[in-house]
């Protein structure tokens, strides 16, 4: 039908390479791949397993300096 509408067409039947099927199972892959992402990322949370308890003065200690604080950092504590 475009053949004799324009003159110009293809000279025999059309044939499907590997390309179409390649872009099929990666579009399948990436279906999946989402479903697992949705359904693993919902046990990850945010956890406080690694931040360490704060550091209180004691009872009868003076409050913190600002070298106190200078040597909290070395320690690697927050004094804020």
Not at 13 to 27: E, I, K, L, N, R
Not at 36 to 62: K, M
């Amino acid at each position: 039908m475009v053949l004799a509408a324009t003159g110009v067409g293809g000279s025999g039947p059309v044939t499907v390479g590997v390309a179409p099927w390649a872009a099929v199972a990666v579009g399948v892959l990436d279906v999946l791949l989402a479903v697992w992402f949705v359904r693993v990322s919902r046990s990850w949370g945010s956890t406080r397993g690694h931040e360490q308890p704060s550091a209180r003065p004691a009872a009868g200690a003076a409050e913190p300096d600002e070298r106190d604080d200078w040597d909290a950092l070395s320690r690697g504590d927050d004094p804020s």
